[in-house]
């Protein structure tokens, strides 16, 4: 179940210019090629980890991880194979860190 909301945060991170809120459709299209990563395991792929820097990247404000929190849990509900354990390490996977817990239980206005 953690890795719902990694798999809601990988699927929403399209390029986002600053100033602009999040959406869930960027979210989303970010976060797709980590796809495999969270529900087959293995190794995330450079277009994974790119996603989850682009991610970062994409939420400088409190508001903006906490909105792209709330997409990450809503998209990772659509997957019931998701791997808990690669949700978690997804962003130590990708060589960064990151505010955003992934996890399905997350409250997400609780995010600095």
């Known amino acids: 179940m953690k890795g719902v909301a990694v798999v809601t945060l ?3 991170l399209a390029l986002v210019k ?20 969270l529900t087959q395991g293995g190794n995330p792929t450079g277009p994974c ?8 990247a ?9 909105d792209a929190c ?3 849990k809503t ?5 019931t194979n998701l791997k808990p354990d690669a949700a ?5 996977r990708c060589g960064v860190t990151t505010n955003i817990p992934i996890s399905p239980t997350t409250n997400c206005k609780s995010i600095p």
């Open 10 to 12: 990988l699927m929403v």
């Open 18 to 37: 600053l100033g602009e809120a999040i959406n869930c459709g960027q979210v989303d299209a970010t976060l797709v090629p980590c796809v495999p990563y």
């Open 49 to 56: 980890c790119d996603g989850v820097k682009r991610l970062i």
């Open 58 to 66: 994409m939420t400088p404000t409190q508001q903006d991880r906490q």
């Open 70 to 72: 709330e997409c990450m």
């Open 75 to 79: 998209a990772a509900a659509r997957y």
């Open 88 to 92: 978690t390490n997804l962003p130590s």
